[in-house]
């Protein structure tokens, strides 16, 4: 059973910081590669940042590059998303994510698993 839970969202001022958490108790994060994306109605999604332990790909989207850092703590099979200088425009619902075989850096590619997201609203 696939359970990925993001969590920590809210309303925030712009220029104010989150840290949205993701518990995946059914990952081993060393055998994969994290990351998070967003989505807001009507548009596509977004991966904004990702990091492997299977083949050392990562990457950061420009759109967050600087202001957003993803961690985790492998032992409690928790990831983060430390999300600093928030800009009315990252509002979204943001969804913590694993793949198999690497960050899904190529064309057409995305993660294998995600889970339910949570609403991260940035006020002007």
């Known amino acids: 059973d696939v359970q990925l839970q993001a969590s920590g969202g809210g309303l925030v001022q712009a220029g104010g910081s989150l840290r949205l958490s993701c518990a995946a108790p059914?990952?081993?994060?060393?055998?994969?590669?994290i990351g998070w994306f967003r989505r807001v109605s009507g548009k596509e999604r977004e991966g904004l940042v990702c990091?492997?332990?299977?083949?050392?790909?990562?990457y950061y989207a420009d759109s967050v590059k600087g202001r957003f850092t993803i961690s985790s703590d492998n032992a409690k099979r928790t990831m983060y998303l430390q999300m600093n200088s928030l800009k009315p425009e990252d509002t979204a619902v943001y969804y913590c994510?694993?793949?198999?075989?690497?960050?899904?850096?190529?064309?057409?590619?995305?993660?294998?698993?995600w889970g339910l997201g949570t609403l991260v609203t940035v006020s002007s």
């Open positions: 994510a694993v793949d198999l075989h690497g960050c899904p850096v190529e064309p057409g590619s995305w993660y294998d698993y």
């Open positions: 059914g990952f081993t994060f060393d055998d994969y590669a």
């Open positions: 990091i492997s332990s299977t083949d050392g790909s990562s």
